[in-house]
């Protein structure tokens, strides 16, 4: 009744144990069999969210005045950075995203040092390179710089050299503009500093600043913190430098990793915290869990009651749905929350509705007198343009959600669909791939004539 049927059923029972190995491992490795070296190394552990597990919410606010500009990729590097950072701390299940165009929400579900995470998003990174003339900071001075300034406001220091308003020096550039960082010995052996090279816009900022100003100070402040304030001797139009400073092997390593993760484009403060405790607790969830398995296994007789053999393949086909959506969900990392769940459940109908539609065109054709056959080739295509339709109208409604919740930090909603949408893709390969394949080996094998007791004709 299929063509290459053998090769079909070959490539679903890879595809189902190859599901079922990440669905029983929290990690998949591979080694090299002559020095036992990593070849490959993945994560696999299923990763709750914060509804499930609890942990801390973090909101997010760009520092700079509201008149001055954000663009969406100066937000979304800074939602990467933070997310490395984070990273870094070994919370690797938290959910960084940008929520309208000057907020960044962050989750970081099961997170027991709260401290440890603000400590580390609060540090900006933002390194400027500033123009002060002839006057050389000493190191670790404070400097207030002209970036993020709204100037129009800015008082303009005492023409007598007061300091009722403190000094507001021109910042060059920022960390931005830099492409690579190294760490290296500097001139003398003494100390360690930081070699850089920028990116071509930068490049051509650095050279000409450096070319109209030799013999001034150009200062690189971390975080309004001097670290360094080198004289410019010559321009330098390569786009390459080195940070100096009485930097140890630990301090040249510690900033060169904060600026290889990046120098936030923008300062973040933070608005809001809150530690969030589980919607459900652990009873609850088990009473869910319960419910769930008991609602499945009332639908998997329905199936098999009321369709008989089709049923049968139709719940063995939604098994291998669920292990393979599984196995999916762990290989890509999609966080596991209480609207995800609801998105799965909302596929799983899709699959099993995509079924019943085949199942009754099937009925249809044999009590129409088609030979089995037939029956079976009409049921698929004469069900396809339904089953199409209403899977497109899901995937379009999941993708309008899923922009909505990445706009708006939505992340119940963002959750939601993005579960649905992946749950809506393989539903369609268990309906038109695996159950197509069962039945018709169950055809080639049982070969029914009764149409009562295989089919409930």
Do not use: C
């Not at 006057?135 to 129009?152: N, R, S, V």
């Not at 869910?288 to 639908?299: C, K, Q, T």
């Not at 009754?360 to 080739?377: V, W």
């Amino acid at each position: 009744m299929i063509r290459n049927l053998t090769n079909r059923l070959i490539l679903i029972v890879v595809i189902v144990g190859l599901a079922l190995w990440v669905d029983l491992s929290n990690e998949i490795k591979f080694t090299n069999p002559r020095d036992s070296s990593t070849l490959f190394q993945l994560n696999t552990t299923a990763r709750l969210g914060l509804d499930l597990q609890g942990g801390l919410q973090v909101l997010l606010e760009a520092d700079l005045p509201e008149t001055t500009r954000i663009t969406a990729d100066e937000m979304e590097t800074a939602r990467s950075i933070v997310e490395n950072r984070t990273n870094a701390l070994g919370v690797s299940e938290n959910l960084i995203q940008v929520a309208g165009e000057r907020r960044i929400v962050g989750e970081f579900p099961g997170a027991a040092d709260a401290n440890a995470i603000l400590d580390i998003i609060q540090q900006t990174g933002l390194l400027e390179f500033v123009d002060t003339g002839d006057f050389q900071p000493q190191e670790g001075a404070i400097l207030q710089t002209d970036y993020g300034l709204d100037l129009a406001a800015t008082p303009t220091p005492p023409a007598d050299g007061g300091t009722e308003q403190p000094v507001v020096y021109h910042t060059v550039m920022t960390g931005k503009d830099i492409r690579s960082v190294a760490v290296a010995p500097d001139r003398l052996g003494t100390n360690y500093a930081i070699d850089f090279t920028l990116t071509p816009e930068g490049a051509k900022i650095f050279g000409d600043h450096t070319a109209a100003n030799v013999g001034k100070y150009l200062t690189i402040t971390l975080d309004k913190r001097v670290i360094s304030s080198p004289r410019i001797s010559t321009a330098i139009p390569d786009g390459a430098g080195q940070i100096t400073g009485s930097f140890t092997a630990e301090e040249a390593n510690a900033l060169a990793v904060q600026l290889k993760y990046g120098s936030l484009p923008i300062p973040l403060k933070v608005v809001e915290t809150r530690i969030i405790g589980p919607t459900l607790g652990a009873d609850s969830l088990q009473r869910s869990l319960i419910a769930g398995l008991i609602g499945f296994v009332i639908v998997l007789l329905f199936m098999g009651i009321y369709y008989r053999l089709p049923g049968i393949t139709a719940n063995l086909s939604i098994l291998m749905y669920a292990a393979i959506l599984f196995a999916v969900f762990k290989l890509i990392g999609v966080t596991m929350t209480l609207p995800g769940i609801a998105g799965i459940m909302l596929s799983t109908g899709s699959a099993l509705d995509a079924n019943i539609l085949v199942f009754e065109r099937f009925k249809e054709e044999l009590r129409a007198g088609r030979t089995m056959k037939q029956a079976f080739g009409q049921a698929w295509s004469r069900a396809w343009p339904s089953i199409r339709d209403s899977n497109i109208a899901a995937l379009i409604t999941a993708a309008i959600l899923f922009w909505f919740g990445s706009a708006f930090g939505a992340t119940i909603v963002k959750g939601f669909s993005l579960t649905l949408a992946i749950g809506v893709v393989i539903s369609l390969f268990s309906s038109l791939f695996i159950t197509h394949s069962l039945l018709a080996l169950a055809l080639d094998v049982f070969k029914p004539k009764n149409l009562e007791r295989w089919f409930g004709i």
